[in-house]
Every structure is written in structure tokens, then in C-alpha cells.
């Protein structure tokens, strides 16, 4: 290697330590001028400032500097100079303290200031800052990615603070909310079953990126893609966050749970026109973001003012580049994307038949062993389900979630397309030759209604947005089962019982990967906010006192998880696509008598049987979404006897049974299926 010189070198991007010191290497081709900012604290407005000359400093478009005597810890920010022609999407404004796209911390002092990064002036003393990290000498303890097939996998989307924020958690409150308190609570995911988590956003993001009087809760607003959020970490040191980050990780992994991130590549917190200066913007618009064709405006796919030029080769190296430094340095599993879709529009914003980005991630070889899942869709109406780019990509199944709501509340019409939905949505995939795991399949998310608000709410209550109720989805196919909101009433908190019951055995008896969403196990309400992005307290909040109060759900959803796991029919790792598993496991559809479904406009009922091809096991299910009973006549099980595995209708401990080998033996050919209600059987000797 060639000596380090103070004028530092141009690769690797980001601050690296080095040789007793530290490298720093920027881009921006369009910079006249760059200087290099040294702070003492997260709150320091008078840095050390370090200037960069053309003459020695820049290669190519790359900026550069080596500082001997800097380590570990070092904060910093960038001011840039360069022209402000916003014609030319060009907005250089060297009053504005700029983050490193590549820092791998971030300080956000308590002085933080979205507000001063939007008008004019300097904002030294309100910006965030980089902080320089040594990745060396951390002890993984022999952990690392778990590379679980995804025939077993599981997966929990939950949210790192509202996990363990609410007072009630048990968890010590300078804890609370944080990468630590996860570790604390990992116990309970085991218990519960699921074998991954998708952690909501926690890049770095910026929580005044919202409405005045609220802040960002959800974290969908980027700033820096490769930092761990910071205000997550209870260590408040400047690499308290990286390293806390490394100990949940390696926690879970010691526990056998995968971790996934739900990473937002499609915009950052920068905003459009009128919003702030706080890295991306002030290094270069015309490299960073779609722009009009007079370069003034964003172009807006992604809903939130702005979009990543993902098909620009400076973006799409920093894309990879993150993606491996998440999976080689903090040992991630898996990627969830925010609106995929995004990153198949090209540098006008057109549709491009084979994005490079997509592919580049989908062939990557050090992504090979990583789980990537598209939400195969975007802001402006494309929409990619069942077709999203590349051989490896999973995909949030958004026609699973709408068809199996419509059917479980008894809307007409919808019985062909549920069925598709339990059998891997082969409508989608069959004949694309892939994984029968290549749907997500998930009822509730995040985004929209709790699994109990969709069967307690016909319409959204999002008054405490202070947006007037005007935002999140107004289509929600939920169902409020009588009445909307709280009651009292005996028959209707039964019905919204076994609706959540029904959902949950659908969801967890399909083909494909599950999802399910934090809370929905216990009845988490949100008092029919579905889009509460911006409620940073109890009304999002994991609830801990419901892990009692509504034991029976709990109890249900963990029996069903176990069910999943062990039971013959549902292990697909021998398959290789989902035409395989459909043409090996002899499905048969059922009405109310065998072989005879009824697939007309005004069905509301089914029942299938799924046989294991290795063991020969055979599955029964019926689903009654009709509010009154009917008769289902069982299909001869060809050996042995039918037992009851599952029946919602009955209460807790009936509804599900302890251990499937205990299962009580049906002796009729007969069964009563309550209305609103699902029931399963499994054919095997006494």
C-alpha cells in the first residue's frame, strides 16, 4: 500500500481509521470548494475547520483529507461550496453544516434544529454531525448471520422503541425504547415463536420530519443509511449507538431470531423545495434526487417530497455499499424495502424494464445469503406485485392482505381469489419457477389498522395526527363486527374475538412467508389510528399489561406458530417451486360437501385438504365467513380418523388444541361450523 499523505486519498468513502489517524473521502462533482468541520460535542458551534484545496485534496470528484491524531469518536460535518442554480439542480449553500452520506454514527444534540437547516443563515450550532467508528475488535462471540431457509421462517415487524417504551414493559427506564430493552425482551419473542424481526427504520432519520406538535415515530425519514438511529441507544456516548446496535444483533442471533431492516432507499428527509439542507441537497440535487426536466422541482414517487435517484451510479454504488456494510459489519439478515418500486424508475423517472440497481442487489455475492423483500409498489401508482424484477426478491403480497380481509368479513365476490391466497397466491408466482416462500403474506403492517382496530372499526380515527383526519388509507376492509370502537356488549367482543382468530389460523395455514405485526398477538389498539406515524406514545406503544389481560389470543397465536413449525404438510424445503408444492401435495377443494367448492359471486365459505407428499399426512381446513352455521361434510381422511386441531369458535383453551399428538378424535362425518369461524383437522392413526 502507497503512504499515506495528508491530503488523504479518494477510496474508501466515509471517515476510515488508519495509520494513526483518520481518512476522509467525500463526492461531489460539482463543489467549487470543500471544508472539513472538527467538534468537540454533539452541541460545539465553533469546529475546527480544515480546508480542502482543489489542487491536492480532490481526485476526480472525490474530496479527500488524512488527519493524523484523530480516532474512534471524532465528530464532524462538511460545509460545501458550489453554485446555487437551481435550474441546474444545483443547491450548494456553504452556511449549511452538511452530514456524511457515508458516516456510520450520527450525534443529534438536544440543540438539533430541522427548522434551521430551512432558512437562510448559518445553522453550526443546531446540525447533526458524524462521528467516526472503529469497526475492529468488537467481540461477535462466534455469531453471524443465521441464514435460516426460509420454509421456517417467521417473521415479527416491530418497532425498536415501541417495543419496550411503555412504562409497563419492565424494563428500567433508561432502557426503555431502546436497543438494549429489545435485548432485554427477547424471552418473550421466543415465547411467542417467531423466528425473525423487521425492525422498523432505524437508519438514522430525522423526527421533526412532521407536522408541528408531533414527531416521527415510525422513522420513515432518512437522513444517513448507514448509522444506526441514535436516539435508539440508551449509551449516549457518540458510538454508544453502533455498538449497542452490535450487542442486540448478536443477542438475537444467540437466540436463533434473524434480524431484518426496513430500509427507505426511495427518499430522505430532505423534502422537496422548500424543505431542509442537511446532506444530499447541499452535495449535489442533480446526483441524489429525480429531478424535472427544468431541474427546479423533485419529482415526488415516493409520497414524502422527494425521490432517490436509485439508477444514478453514485447512488446506486452508496445503495450496495450500505447494504454490505449492514451485513458484513453488523451482521444483518435481511432487507426489507420501502417502496421498491421506486428503484425501478430511471433518472426521468420512467419505468426501466431491468433496473441495474435491483439486479446489482439481487446478484450481489455478498448479499447472496441475505433475505430481500420488495413492498412491490410506490407513491405514484406503480404497482409490481406479482412481477417485481430478479430471481431472488420476496414480496410484500399487498393482494393477500385485501383478499383475505375481504373474504374473513364476508364481503361477496372474493372466495376464487382467497383460495389463491391460501395456496401461495399461485395466480401470482406459478409459473414464474420460484420459491412457493416468494410471497410475504401478511394481513395488518405497520401501515393501517392493528389486527384488533380491523375488526373494532369500520372507519379510521386519526384525529391526533393534527392532520384533520385527512391522512392514511380511507379502504381498509375492516369490519367493526356491530359497533365501532369500545363496547361492552358480550356478542360482539366474542365475534371480534373469533375474527382475530380466524385471521391469525389463515395467515399462519397458507403457503408462503408469514408477517405478522408487533402487538397483533395480544390485541394492540391504536383506537382506530391507522396511520399513526407520528404518535411517539402509549397509543403505539407494545402494551404489557394485554400479555395478561388478553392471555387467550396470546396463547392461540403461539400454539399456531408451534403447529406451523412442526407440522409435515407445511415443510417446504424439500420443494423447489411453488408449482412443485402445488403438484406434490394434491390440494382438493371443498364445500359443504367434498369435492364440491362453491366458487360463485355469493360464497362465503370453503374448506380444502393438503396432503404431505412425504409423510402422507392430510390437512383439513374450513373457512364459514357467513354469519350462521353450516354443515361441512368431512372428505373420507383414507386412513385413521380426522382430529381437531383448531376450531375458533370454541373458547380458550378449545379454540386450539395443547399438543397436535393429543387431539381429540372426530367421530362424525358431520362437523358444525359456527359462523365466522375457521376450523382445522389432521387425519392420523390414534
Not at 358 to 365: E, K, N, Q, V, Y
Not at 385 to 402: A, T
Not at 412 to 436: C, E, M, N, T, W
Not at 450 to 460: A, C, F, G, I, Q
Request: aromatic letters at 12%; charged letters at 25%; proline letters at 6%.
Amino acid at each position: 500500500m502507497s503512504p499515506i499523505h495528508d491530503y488523504g486519498r479518494s477510496f474508501p468513502l466515509g471517515p476510515t481509521i488508519i495509520d494513526g489517524g483518520v481518512n476522509f473521502s467525500l463526492y461531489s462533482k460539482n463543489a467549487t470548494a470543500v471544508e472539513l468541520l472538527l467538534f468537540k460535542s454533539a452541541e460545539d458551534a465553533t469546529p475546527k475547520v480544515m480546508t480542502l484545496k482543489p489542487s491536492v485534496n480532490r481526485t476526480g470528484d472525490y474530496w479527500h483529507i488524512f488527519v493524523k491524531g484523530l480516532g474512534e469518536g471524532q465528530l464532524y460535518g462538511y460545509r460545501v461550496y458550489g453554485p446555487y442554480d437551481p435550474a441546474r439542480g444545483l443547491r450548494f449553500d456553504p452556511q449549511k453544516v452538511l452530514l456524511d452520506p457515508y458516516a456510520q454514527a450520527v450525534a443529534m444534540g438536544d440543540n438539533y434544529s430541522r427548522k434551521a437547516a430551512m432558512v437562510p443563515g448559518d445553522n453550526v450550532g443546531q446540525c447533526m454531525k458524524g462521528v467516526v467508528v472503529e469497526h475492529r475488535g468488537y467481540d461477535w462471540e462466534d455469531t453471524g448471520p443465521l441464514n435460516r431457509p426460509l420454509a421456517e421462517t417467521v417473521i415479527y415487524e416491530m418497532h425498536v422503541k415501541g417495543f419496550t417504551a411503555n412504562p409497563n414493559s419492565g424494563v428500567s427506564a433508561d432502557k426503555r425504547g431502546t436497543y438494549a430493552g429489545v435485548i432485554e425482551k427477547i424471552p418473550y419473542l421466543k415465547s411467542l415463536g417467531v423466528t425473525a424481526v423487521e425492525l422498523l427504520p432505524v437508519q438514522q432519520f430525522d423526527p421533526e420530519d412532521c407536522p408541528e406538535g408531533v414527531s416521527n415515530y415510525w422513522g420513515y425519514a432518512p437522513i444517513n443509511f448507514f448509522s444506526p438511529h441514535s436516539q435508539y441507544s440508551s449509551d449516549k456516548s457518540p458510538t454508544g449507538a453502533f455498538r449497542e446496535f452490535r450487542d442486540m444483533v448478536k443477542e438475537l442471533h444467540k437466540a436463533g431470531i434473524e434480524v431484518y431492516l426496513d430500509v427507505v432507499f426511495n427518499h430522505t428527509a430532505e423534502g422537496d423545495t422548500n424543505g431542509p439542507t442537511l446532506s444530499y441537497k447541499g452535495l449535489g440535487s442533480n446526483t441524489y434526487y429525480i429531478l424535472g426536466e427544468d431541474k427546479r422541482d423533485f419529482h415526488n414517487y415516493s409520497g414524502c417530497g422527494n425521490t432517490i435517484n436509485a439508477h444514478n451510479s453514485v447512488v446506486r454504488r452508496m445503495i450496495r455499499d450500505c447494504l454490505k456494510f449492514w451485513v458484513q459489519t453488523m451482521h444483518i439478515d435481511g432487507f426489507r424495502f420501502d417502496l421498491a418500486s421506486v428503484m425501478s424508475r430511471g433518472e426521468q423517472g420512467q419505468v426501466l424494464k431491468d433496473p441495474p440497481v435491483l439486479w446489482s442487489i439481487d446478484t450481489d455475492p455478498v448479499l447472496s445469503g441475505t433475505k430481500i423483500i420488495a413492498e412491490a409498489w410506490d407513491a405514484a401508482g406503480l404497482y409490481q406485485v406479482g412481477s417485481f424484477i430478479g430471481g431472488r426478491w420476496q414480496e410484500w403480497n399487498g393482494k393477500y392482505r385485501d383478499h383475505v380481509r375481504s373474504f374473513l368479513r364476508g364481503e361477496k365476490g372474493y372466495v376464487s381469489r382467497f383460495a389463491d391466497r391460501l395456496i401461495g397466491s399461485p395466480d401470482l408466482y406459478y409459473d414464474q419457477h420460484r420459491s412457493p416462500h416468494r410471497s410475504i403474506n401478511f394481513v395488518t403492517a405497520h401501515d393501517g389498522f392493528t389486527l384488533n382496530d380491523m375488526v373494532s372499526y369500520n372507519e379510521k380515527h386519526n384525529e391526533a395526527n393534527n392532520e384533520g383526519n385527512r391522512d392514511g388509507d380511507n379502504h381498509n376492509r375492516s369490519w367493526n363486527c356491530g359497533v365501532e370502537g369500545p363496547t361492552d356488549d358480550p356478542e360482539v367482543l366474542a365475534l371480534r374475538e373469533r375474527q382475530r382468530k380466524n385471521f391469525m389460523t389463515v395467515l399462519l395455514a397458507s403457503l408462503g412467508t408469514p408477517m405478522l405485526t408487533m402487538g397483533d398477538e395480544i390485541g394492540r389498539t391504536q383506537h382506530g389510528n391507522n396511520n399513526a406515524y407520528c404518535q411517539d406514545n402509549e397509543l403505539s406503544w407494545f402494551d404489557w399489561d394485554l400479555v395478561e389481560k388478553n392471555a387467550s389470543l396470546l396463547r392461540f397465536t403461539q400454539k399456531m406458530l408451534r403447529w406451523r413449525q412442526q407440522d409435515p404438510a407445511m415443510d417446504q424445503q424439500r420443494h423447489y417451486t411453488l408449482a412443485d408444492v402445488l403438484d406434490s401435495t394434491k390440494i382438493q377443494w371443498h364445500g359443504v360437501h367434498p369435492q364440491s367448492p362453491d366458487w360463485s359471486e355469493n360464497s362465503n365459505s370453503l374448506a380444502m385438504t393438503i396432503r404431505d407428499p412425504n409423510t402422507g399426512e392430510l390437512v383439513y381446513m374450513a373457512i364459514n365467513a357467513w354469519h350462521q352455521e353450516l354443515e361441512f361434510e368431512l372428505p373420507d381422511p383414507e386412513y385413521g380418523r380426522w382430529h381437531r386441531i383448531v376450531d375458533t369458535s370454541q373458547p380458550s383453551p378449545y379454540d386450539i388444541v395443547e399438543d397436535p399428538e393429543c387431539a381429540e378424535a372426530v367421530t362424525y362425518r358431520i362437523y358444525r361450523v359456527k359462523g365466522r369461524s375457521v376450523v382445522m383437522l389432521a387425519a392420523y392413526e390414534d
